[in-house]
């Protein structure tokens, strides 16, 4: 089991940048994908950025340049950090973990876009 908590949400003006970050605890140590997906109001659950334990990324085209996502295994942590941010990109951001064959995802945390 693999418990997920994620901080850093909260309202940004349009152009500014939030980072995100999320730390797992219980059974981390064969985590193989860490990331982030986000659910606007309306929509279904998407990517935004997951990262694999080697360091490949995969990145959603909404996002693509404006996000940047780290992971330190030592400290079971995964982060997001974006930047020139849209009103769209308004959501609640999801960590997310694969300990294949099992998915995590935490509570969520809101990203609010406003002037």
């Known amino acids: 089991q693999v418990q997920l908590v994620e901080s850093g949400g909260g309202l940004v003006q349009p152009g500014g940048s939030l980072e995100l970050s999320c730390k797992a605890s219980?059974?981390?140590?064969?985590?193989?994908?860490m990331g982030w997906y986000r659910q606007a109001p309306g929509k279904s659950r998407e990517l935004v950025q997951t990262?694999?334990?080697?360091?490949?990324?995969n990145t959603a085209d909404s996002v693509k340049g404006r996000v940047t996502i780290s992971r330190d295994d030592a400290k079971s942590t995964v982060q997001l950090h974006m930047h020139s941010l849209r009103p769209e990109d308004t959501a609640v951001y999801y960590c997310?973990?694969?300990?294949?064959?099992?998915?995590?995802w935490g509570q969520g945390i809101q990203v609010t876009v406003s002037a």
């Open positions: 219980g059974s981390t140590a064969s985590i193989y994908i």
């Open positions: 990262i694999t334990r080697a360091g490949m990324t």
């Open positions: 997310y973990v694969e300990d294949t064959p099992y998915d995590y």
